[in-house]
């Protein structure tokens, strides 16, 4: 009798995952406006596609810790070692560019 492998890998539906820090966002002013922004803008970027758009998950602690701003990474931005920090809710829409780009997954060369 053959063992089946416990580990599994699987495709998730969602495009991506956007990684929010639920620390940071519960200590800059007007944070629950600021995620509601973000996720609206992410709506936006994904509508008349065929995936759905990407999920925002609350995170603990990711060990950055800025005083006024919001850390958050996505698959595309942990890939090249990148954070971002958002300090307020005018620039989501920079954010959901660099949060979501396709295109700019590799790491720039450094000459």
Request: hydrophobic share 30%.
């Amino acid at each position: 009798m053959k063992k089946s492998s416990s580990l599994v890998t699987i495709r998730p539906r969602r495009s991506e995952h956007v990684l929010l820090c639920k620390k940071c966002l519960s200590r800059v002013e007007n944070g629950g406006k600021l995620k509601r922004s973000l996720k609206s803008e992410l709506k936006k970027r994904r509508s008349g596609k065929k995936t759905r758009r990407p999920r925002l998950v609350l995170t603990s602690c990711l060990g950055i810790c800025p005083k006024r701003a919001v850390v958050m990474a996505s698959a595309s931005t942990l890939r090249r070692g990148e954070f971002l920090l958002l300090s307020d809710s005018r620039s989501v829409a920079g954010a959901a560019d660099v949060l979501v780009s396709e295109q700019n997954d590799q790491p720039a060369s450094d000459g």
